[in-house]
Each structure stands twice: as C-alpha cells, then as structure tokens.
C-alpha cells in the first residue's frame, strides 16, 4: 500500500528566512509527486508535481521541491518565506502503475512577521 | 471560467437520512475523485473515477456510494449516513493523460451528521 508521511505538524519560520516542509513516501514502482497548500477555510491549490527528470522541481508562488529516490523523499522549500505563506501543506503520491492518490496529514506552516 | 462546483457547501443531516453531494466540472476532464478531509488525518480518497462508467475504490470507500454518467458530473451518495461520516468533502478534478495531471478541487461541503 502506498503511504506518505509529513513528520512535522507544524513549522514556524520569521519572514525572510527559508522554509522547508517535510515529506516521505512509499509507493509501488516509479511515484508521481505532488504538493498542495490550503488556505483557510478554501480547496487545495496545486503548487508542483514531479514526474520524471530533474530532480528539483520548480512551482507556483516561488516554491520548489527535490526529489531523492534514495531517501524516497520529495521535501518543499522555499528560500525566502512570506507571511502570505502562513497555510497548509499537504503531500502526495501516486505510483506509475495506479490511479489511486494518496495525501500526507498535512503540516501548516507559520510565517511570522 | 475553468472550475469545480459543489453543492451544497453546507449540510446538517441525521442519522440514516440518505443524502447526495454533487460535483460538476466544466474542464471536460477524464479523472474526477472524492475526498474527506479531517483534522489530523489528512485527505483521504474515498472513490475515483477515469472515466464515464469507470470508477474504483480510494483508501475509505465504505457508507458510500459514486455514479460517473456524464463526463462533467460525479455525485457522492451516502444511503445510510451515520456521526463518523461528519466530515469536510473535497471533489477534484484533472486530465488523465499519460503521467498524471494535477487536479483542480472545489470549494469544498462541510457535513455534519447527527
């Protein structure tokens, strides 16, 4: 069964500094990846997707995410955070051969001013 | 403009009481699937479909009930609604071309069963 794991609930950054929001996946043969934010009380809004190829993935509003097939890791960042990132984040996998999605608890991010 | 539409966005039911949630998209897209959402568990995928007449299980398919007729539509049928079901409801939507696309959700339908 695939899986995916964000470990931390929450993550707290000033604003200007770096954020990085963590995620882990188990799935059968090649994954499809994809990061999502919510922001209250509207859907979830597509942010990125790795596929195939490079490993660092660029996406909307600044964000980027590297995949690491090693670690079977699929972390977002983002170099310099703003307070309009304050939301949550959720991760996600399918693998190559299913149609069948699976999201992470989510982690919601702060960005203090 | 390209959307996912979801009535109703609120609902408060009782126990038993069937019920169904629409979703409709205007993207003519192939892949549609549910979701709840609840806190500390993430979005969980209830039911999927790939297209008209083709759908599948997600992760927590049991209490409830998908039909995929037209391609824009893809109801969410709760014949027998019970408290575990109070839930927040996602339906998204997305092309299903040779990899997989990112999907679009809609706004969203708080339920709560009684």
């Known amino acids: 069964a695939q899986s995916v794991a964000q470990p931390e609930d929450q993550v707290n950054v000033a604003e200007g500094n770096p954020l990085t929001v963590k995620c882990t996946y188990s799935?059968?043969?090649?994954?499809?990846l994809f990061w999502y934010v919510q922001y209250p009380n509207r859907g979830l809004q597509f942010l990125l997707k790795?596929?195939?190829?490079?490993?660092l993935v660029k996406g909307s509003y600044g964000f980027e995410a590297e995949f690491n097939k090693s670690q079977t890791s699929f972390h977002l960042k983002k170099p310099s955070a703003l307070v309009s990132d304050s939301a949550l984040y959720f991760c996600?996998?399918?693998?190559?051969?299913?149609?069948?999605?699976?999201f992470g608890a989510g982690t919601t991010v702060t960005v203090r001013a | 403009e390209a959307q996912v539409t979801q009535n109703p966005r609120y609902l408060i039911t009782v126990t038993g009481k069937k019920l169904t949630v629409t979703c409709s998209q205007n993207?003519?897209?192939?892949?549609m699937s549910w979701y709840r959402q609840d806190p500390g568990l993430g979005l969980r995928q209830i039911y999927y479909?790939?297209?008209?007449?083709?759908?599948d299980k997600g992760d927590v398919p049991e209490g409830y009930k998908v039909s995929r007729k037209e391609k824009r539509n893809f109801p969410l049928i709760l014949e027998s609604p019970s408290p575990n079901q109070t839930s927040l409801y996602f339906c998204?939507?997305?092309?299903?071309?040779?990899?997989?696309?990112?999907?679009?959700f809609g706004p969203g339908t708080r339920l709560t069963v009684t």
């Open positions: 998204a939507s997305s092309r299903l071309q040779g990899a997989f696309d990112e999907q679009y």
């Open positions: 479909s790939m297209n008209v007449e083709v759908t």
């Open positions: 996600a996998v399918r693998g190559s051969n299913d149609y069948k999605l699976s």
């Open positions: 790795y596929i195939t190829g490079d490993n």
């Open positions: 799935v059968s043969g090649n994954p499809y």
């Open positions: 993207m003519n897209h192939e892949y």
